[in-house]
């Protein structure tokens, strides 16, 4: 998909996520064929500005609009997103178990309610409503992550 296209999908979605005009977004494209991520944003929660960036050189998602819609959720889920963290912060010794649990714990579902409602929003409007299977592609196959687990019996 062209850059043209794609800056299309970003302005949609920030449109149909109202997260325009309460925030000053910006898509911006990654050259750097290095850098490992297929989408990111920098964000200055005080001024309210945000940059999504987009892997231009070599993505690891097949679906860039999928992409691009996962990254704006976590822009809008964002206040959540820091009292979450705050709360860890402030309940928990930092390097603690209980800390590295309670973080883990968070950020595992805070991917996986951006991923459902990314899903949700691209059934509904997206263009290109095939999911990206990229990160499956490098992962462990089902067996691979029973092996060398002890039995229980």
């Known amino acids: 998909m ?27 494209f990654v050259e ?20 999504l960036l987009i892997n231009a050189a ?6 860039l609009e999928e992409v691009i819609l996962h990254e704006l959720m976590h822009i809008k889920m964002y206040p959540l997103d820091q009292v979450t963290e705050s709360l860890i ?12 649990f309670a973080y883990q714990q968070f950020f595992t579902a805070l991917e996986q309610t951006v991923e459902e409602l990314t899903k949700c929003f691209l059934f509904e409007f997206g263009e290109n ?11 462990k196959s089902f067996n691979d992550l029973y092996d060398g687990l002890k039995s229980i019996e």
């Open 2 to 28: 062209n850059r043209d296209a794609l800056t299309a999908l970003f302005e949609k979605y920030v449109r149909k996520l109202r997260i325009t005009p309460a925030w000053d977004v910006k898509l911006e």
């Open 58 to 63: 070599d993505p690891k998602q097949e679906n």
């Open 89 to 100: 912060v402030n309940c928990f010794e930092e390097g603690s178990p209980a800390s590295d």
């Open 32 to 51: 750097d064929p290095a850098w490992p991520k297929t989408g990111d944003f920098k964000i200055d929660c005080d001024d309210r500005k945000a940059i």
């Open 129 to 139: 409503k095939e999911l990206s299977f990229g990160r499956c592609r490098n992962g």
